[in-house]
């Protein structure tokens, strides 16, 4: 099984009145299957309210399925007693960097979770020392994190979930409030992780550049995964992502209207360098 | 309805440990019926840039005149500048709180204290410029879209009507559907109004998609002050500044390199597509 499996995983939001009667059923995930090996880098793509952030929630056990089950390595989400060694496994990392730090150090944001983990106080150090290092903030470990930039904030957001060390690292829309600076750093040290300490990263985003170098893709619409494939796959599909409110990248696009324009192109392509090397010559 | 900078400085917490200059030295002018961009890092000064024109923040030193008024002086009708420079804040739909979208847009003019006819009529005429679905419009804010509530915080603003609208990152969190309507509605509202609109982005695509010129602050100056073609063409520059030009300008940038007879201050993907196509013979 692979590291998170997602087995007719369904969850409806119910709104209730006063007196507990059912407002209001809204389905948020119908019916999900998706399995992620370890050591994959995965990103999830849909509109707003395609269910993407309440299936991160999912992986942690924020949220337990409706219906369906999920495991995270192995361990079923829905049962209580795994809550806090889910939690361990796979760490969450948010949009906003304003609200996942809370400490008025640095170094001492990083180390609350593993404090809180009863992990002993000699290695808490020598984990803070290892997640700065890998999300290369270590020389700001003394700094005050409201004086960082935006990038730099959500990598100690990014550091402090890995000082806990977890499989996994879910990140929702971490750089939707960034500069492009900030964006670039978050997706390098989101990779670095991936392939010098093969964690395994889910991404869910909005912005297409940032899913070209995935292992795999999923789109989500209306709680359903409508497409799965490697980017080149599914940003071949430039027609039937702007259906499902998404786009592709800026180059995958021009290459998309060259090629309608009548220049002998191929579908999918992904980066500057392979547009230039298929232009006819 | 212009607004000139002249020579504006701001610093936070003057005088105390935690003293930041925010702006410095600033002299700025903008001119009836632009679509003006703003870009910077954060931390740059946008946000203390964009309060200053509508009077939230005052300068530490130099003046900001509004249609040629000295907007220090103790009689500067400093509440009507308040109404004739709106400003959309990040995330504006946190700022939504009356039971219904209609409320919620009435807010605004109720307060300047007008008939409840001519409120009436702002609003719909407001939220008829955002191309807010009518069937909406008695429904809680709460139960909306994150794109139609973004469009109901912005109509808020509107039913004001401002001479000069100021969006500071409008579509921050939206997907690129709700990006591309959220900003063409604007670029719509702009041509067919005539109003003066200001916004800060941290898309790159956008600027140079939508508007005239560009404001590039970095370190609480002004670092360029040019065309979207004229900015991007500095885009090594831009690189140290935390910023970069739009994703095409780099590829033609590469194209050159690699001996395409293309020009290198192309910004968007209409411009490429047909400066490309051009080089096989295709119009």
């Not at chain 1, 290695?123 to 290892?130: A, F, S």
């Not at chain 1, 990014?158 to 964006?183: S, Y």
């Not at chain 2, 946000?47 to 103790?74: A, E, R, V």
Request: charged residues 25%; hydrophobic residues 35%.
């Amino acid at each position: 099984m692979g590291i998170i499996k997602a087995k007719d995983v369904s969850y409806q939001y119910i709104r209730r009145d006063e007196e507990d009667n059912i407002e209001d059923v809204n389905v948020a995930l119908d019916k999900i299957n998706i399995e992620v090996e370890k050591g994959q880098f995965i990103c999830i793509l849909g509109h707003n309210g395609s269910g993407k952030s309440t299936f991160a929630k999912h992986i942690n056990a924020l949220l337990t399925p409706s219906e369906g089950t999920l495991w995270v390595d192995g361990l079923d989400t829905s049962e209580e007693d795994k809550v806090m060694s889910i939690r361990q496994k796979a760490g969450m990392v948010f949009q906003n960097p304003d609200n996942q730090i809370i400490a008025s150090i640095v170094e001492e944001d990083v180390g609350f979770g593993p404090e809180n983990m009863g992990v002993p106080t000699d290695e808490i150090w020598e984990r803070v020392i290892r997640s700065l290092k890998a999300v290369d903030m270590w020389e700001y470990r003394d700094h005050s994190p409201n004086k960082l930039s935006g990038g730099q904030k959500q990598r100690v957001a990014i550091a402090g979930v890995m000082a806990m060390e977890p499989e996994c690292i879910v990140a929702d829309e971490p750089t939707a409030m960034l500069d492009p600076l900030g964006r670039q750093e978050v997706i390098e040290a989101l990779h670095q992780l991936n392939r010098e300490k093969h964690v395994t990263v889910i991404l869910i985003t909005h912005y297409m550049e940032e899913v070209v170098d995935a292992d795999k893709v999923y789109v989500m619409h209306n709680g359903k995964v409508s497409l799965q494939g490697t980017p080149r796959e599914i940003f071949s599909q430039v027609e039937r992502l702007k259906e499902l409110s998404l786009d592709v990248p800026q180059v995958t696009l021009l290459a998309h209207e060259l090629k309608q324009a009548g220049l002998d192109i191929q579908d999918g392509i992904l980066t500057r360098q392979e547009l230039i090397d298929s232009l006819p010559r | 309805m212009s607004i000139i900078l002249d020579k504006v400085s701001h610093v936070y917490s003057p005088g105390n440990a935690y003293e930041t200059t925010a702006l410095s030295n600033v002299s700025l002018k903008i001119e009836d019926n632009e679509f003006l961009g703003i870009i910077g890092h954060t931390g740059s000064g946008k946000s203390t840039l964009i309060q200053h024109m509508n009077g939230l923040l005052k300068p530490s030193s130099g003046t900001i005149y509004y249609n040629g008024k000295d907007t220090s002086k103790k009689d500067f009708p400093r509440k009507e500048l308040r109404s004739k420079v709106g400003m959309v804040f990040q995330y504006p739909e946190h700022q939504l709180f009356e039971p219904t979208v209609f409320e919620d847009v009435c807010f605004g003019p109720k307060n300047l204290g007008l008939s409840k006819e001519e409120v009436d009529d702002r609003v719909y005429e407001a939220l008829k410029l955002v191309e807010f679905p009518e069937e909406l419009i008695s429904a809680s804010p709460f139960d909306l879209s994150g794109g139609q509530k973004r469009r109901a915080a912005i109509a808020g603003v509107l039913a004001m009507k401002p001479d000069i609208l100021i969006l500071d990152e409008p579509t921050a969190g939206l997907d690129p559907k709700g990006r591309d309507e959220i900003l063409g509605m604007i670029d719509k509202m702009h041509k067919k109004t005539k109003n003066t609109v200001v916004l800060v982005s941290h898309s790159m695509e956008d600027i140079a998609r939508f508007v005239d010129r560009i404001i590039v602050m970095n370190h609480g100056k002004i670092e360029y002050d040019d065309t979207p073609k004229g900015v991007f063409n500095n885009y090594k520059e831009l690189e140290q500044m935390g910023l970069r030009a739009p994703e095409i300008t780099y590829l033609m940038n590469d194209m050159l390199r690699y001996g395409f007879d293309v020009s290198s201050d192309v910004t968007t993907i209409e411009e490429a597509k047909k400066e490309i196509l051009k080089l096989y013979g295709i119009n």
